[in-house]
């Protein structure tokens, strides 16, 4: 089956599983994509009525973690660290720990999310304390049932597409242009790029920013939720043109998805050529890197169960698999090496490099009418179980 051209922009060519696809759309509506966050039992029994730092449940509907995260601040000056970020258009239930002690906020509740005391713990909850996440999800106007018999665990473990932007695929190019200190191609991508995937109104937008003369009108054109392009135009503004500092402007966790978006590329673009070119993506063999059953990195064992690692790209890359051959392919195209994921101009955007589970754990599926329903480990996306059970034509129109 011939995968959507949005697919390929993001380094995806394929289908993993038979069948074409039940149909559908998914994020009608926030409710429709309901995600709750699943932490260690150790870590669950560490959180205990007094401590020193606190932590929250945090619920939220129709907005991303960052921007809540940013708004409780702005509320209460509350520092807060997720221990995943999770997507706007859903209904999510998550974790997030206070970064300083003795927060004095029990809970806090807006119009979009509701944030509410658990307890404290004695030293800040990290990323590991997520172990997964569930999802359910309803598949609006099915075209065909969805599939009960297939399983879908061992998928492979591609990066979705938010990962990338979706309606504008253009994080993961912005990132490239930050790795080479391309700064004006950043700051072009950001501001005037237009995506074929993108709504009439941000076309037109786009286009009416690229033929303004002035500042003050730039800013005039901009609609408030275009909030990274305003701070970009500002820079711009008040630094003379110099694309560096605006780029430098934006908030550091953007600036690390960016670069991170391009590893994410990078490790996309790995995993579908060794599927095209037979590789055995399924099991690991004698020389693997490989994560044992609580997620730690260490060569193949026989006698163990583990999960085939697959290198992601970093200054401190490990040549050292068999997946070095067509990675240095992908990186020669790319023109780039893994030294240049050090970014000496930014150092604070550079990224070491790792490994990456090379298929999905997914565990739990189940399906009720046109709702279905799974366990993810931390990391893997939904949307890529999503896309080999309704397999959509036009990824952007059924709610990807």
């Not at 998550?94 to 927060?103: E, H």
């Not at 800040?124 to 018999?149: C, E, R, W, Y």
């Not at 500002?234 to 908030?251: F, V």
């Amino acid at each position: 089956m011939i995968v959507p051209p949005l697919d390929k922009e993001i380094g995806i060519d394929s289908y993993y599983t038979d069948g074409q696809g039940c149909g559908g759309s998914i994020k009608s509506k926030p409710d429709d994509f309901v995600v709750s966050e699943i932490i260690s039992d150790a870590i669950h029994k560490s959180i205990k009525e007094e401590g020193e730092y606190a932590v929250y449940s945090l619920s939220k509907r129709g907005v991303d973690t960052a921007h809540c995260i940013y708004d409780v601040y702005r509320r209460c000056r509350v520092r807060l660290k997720a221990l995943g970020l999770k997507d706007s258009k859903a209904y999510t239930t998550q974790y997030v720990c206070a970064t300083s002690k003795r927060a004095n906020v029990t809970e806090l509740h807006t119009d979009r999310y509701d944030l509410v005391l658990l307890g404290y713990v004695k030293r800040p909850l990290t990323k590991k304390a997520m172990i997964g996440n569930h999802f359910v999800v309803t598949i609006k106007d099915l075209q065909n049932p969805p599939d009960k018999s297939t399983n879908y665990d061992m998928v492979p473990n591609h990066y979705g597409y938010q990962r990338f932007g979706s309606r504008r695929p253009f994080t993961h190019l912005i990132g490239r242009a930050i790795l080479h200190g391309d700064y004006n191609s950043a700051i072009h991508l950001i501001l005037y790029e237009e995506s074929i995937h993108d709504t009439p109104q941000a076309t037109d937008t786009r286009r009416r920013l690229a033929d303004a003369t002035t500042h003050t009108e730039r800013l005039s054109i901009l609609p408030n939720s275009m909030d990274i392009e305003r701070t970009v135009l500002k820079s711009l503004h008040e630094s003379n043109h110099d694309h560096r500092t605006a780029i430098a402007s934006l908030p550091l966790y953007l600036r690390r998805l960016y670069v991170q978006a391009y590893q994410s590329y990078i490790f996309n673009l790995t995993l579908s050529t060794a599927i095209s070119e037979g590789y055995n993506i399924q099991g690991p063999t004698s020389g693997d890197v490989c994560f044992d059953v609580h997620g730690k990195l260490g060569k193949y064992d026989e006698y163990s169960s583990q999960m085939l690692a697959i290198p992601t790209v970093g200054y401190a890359y490990y040549k050292k698999t068999r997946f070095h051959s067509i990675l240095s392919d992908i990186m020669s195209r790319e023109g780039i090496a893994p030294k240049d994921f050090y970014i000496k101009q930014m150092q604070e955007l550079s990224l070491e490099g790792g490994f990456r589970q090379a298929t999905i754990s997914c565990k739990d599926y189940a399906i009720h009418d046109e709702q279905v329903s799974f366990t993810l480990s931390r990391g893997s996306f939904a949307t890529m179980i999503l896309r080999e059970i309704i397999k959509p034509t036009d990824p952007i129109r059924a709610g990807f």
